[in-house]
């Protein structure tokens, strides 16, 4: 860096190394340091004790309203700025929370993460995201990484709510967690959404169509999703007194490539669904190809439900009928009851909270060709 020096004689450009030496010379030049301020800094201008700036910091909560102001306004006078890293070592807090699913792509875990982060963050925590795939070996390096120093608790989805291993890893967790839409019959807080009601609901607006054959592609057994949707569906026959199509579920998995290969197999039947329920915002999109591919048009040839909003299903001429949740809320939800597991309230029971789904019409449905 250089900067100018105003002589009786002239303009002069020197370095900073060559204005230390002028002043060494008698030039009357004077270093300037930029010394950062210290805590003993805002102790001194603000008249209290370091270890009173330092609760203030730390423990606001065990300070006098008035002596935390003094101390807050001597903070923003010397434009102090506490080691943040120092204090989280202090506390071992790293003020970072994993959030573990298993499909990055599904717009639901992006909205979610939205939520989940903007709750978070006015506590001061950073959101860390990681995908699993699907995949149980990442899965598994995804809770031991975060576990082992990276993370002060983790918000996650799971491949397998019955793989013994997971199981096991979530019972020997050592930070706190929350269970997002899973379904493990241990001690941890799970936030969940009420499927069943919501696809009983949504088969029975097609049944009332009349509608019999009804196709629907979800999740497999193996996760929450998958079992209450398919109980859902069946429910609705069973209380409809109407024989349940078994043929016609497909319950296995939730990417893309599943939805298009069962939707494929489904349209080409000799007596093909008169209606499909897209279980699943990538399962729709896999639908929706395979239906273009067939030249199939809905509703005209045939009806479409799909689960939770999404770019493709309300931007879809119609747009399409969906069972839709309150993400934001679900993710707020499940960040608020982590943050009071970080903020010590680690005695009270897990708790289990639900949502309830709800139907949006579309344009995606019509009677039933007689």
């Known amino acids: ?18 204005i230390w030496d002028a002043a060494t010379r008698g030039f009357g030049v004077t270093k300037v340091v930029d010394k950062k301020a ?14 009173t700036v330092s609760r203030s910091l730390n423990v606001p909560e065990t300070v006098k309203p008035e002596t935390l102001s003094k101390v807050r306004a001597a903070i923003r006078s010397l434009d102090f700025q506490p080691d943040v890293r120092a204090q989280n070592m202090r506390r071992r807090s790293t003020m970072t929370v994993g959030f573990v699913i298993d499909d990055i792509a599904n717009p639901w875990h992006a909205s979610c993460f939205k939520a ?4 978070l963050r006015q506590k001061g925590y950073s959101l860390y995201l990681m995908s699993t795939h699907g995949q149980a070996s990442e899965e598994a390096a995804a809770l031991d990484m975060l576990q082992h120093g990276r993370a002060d608790g983790m918000i996650m989805t799971i491949n397998n709510e ?5 199981i096991k890893r979530l019972k020997e967790l050592r930070i706190p967690a929350v269970l997002l839409d899973r379904d493990i019959p241990l001690e941890i807080d799970a936030v969940l ?15 009332e169509l009349g509608h019999r054959r009804i196709a629907i592609i979800t999740a497999g057994s193996d996760i929450r999703p ?8 069946v429910e609705a026959f069973e209380r409809a007194g109407l024989p349940v199509p078994r043929d016609l579920i497909r319950s296995q998995s939730l990417s893309a490539d599943y939805g298009f290969r069962e939707a494929t197999t489904l349209l080409q039947m000799p007596e093909r669904p008169t209606a499909i329920i897209a279980a699943g915002n990538r399962i729709l999109a896999g639908v929706l190809r395979a239906m273009q591919q067939q030249g199939v048009s809905v509703p005209q040839d045939i009806s479409l439900i799909a689960c939770d909003r999404s770019d493709i299903a309300m931007l879809y001429p119609g747009p399409i009928t969906l069972i839709d949740r309150p993400v934001e809320e679900i993710g707020r939800t499940a960040a608020q009851l982590l943050l009071e597991r970080l903020d010590g309230s680690n005695a009270r029971p897990a708790q289990r909270i639900s949502f309830p789904t709800h139907l949006i019409m579309g344009g995606s449905c019509l009677p039933v060709r007689r």
């Open 226 to 233: 998958g079992r209450e949707r398919v109980r859902g569906f």
């Open 116 to 119: 989940i982060d903007a709750e």
């Open 1 to 18: 860096m250089q900067v100018a020096l105003e002589f009786p004689f002239s303009i002069v450009s020197v370095t900073w190394p060559e």
């Open 38 to 51: 210290t805590i003993r800094d805002v102790a001194r201008v603000s008249g209290v004790s370091v270890g």
């Open 193 to 207: 959404t009420e499927h069943a009601p919501g696809l009983r609901q949504a088969t029975n607006y097609l049944i």
């Open 162 to 166: 019955q793989d013994a291993r997971t």
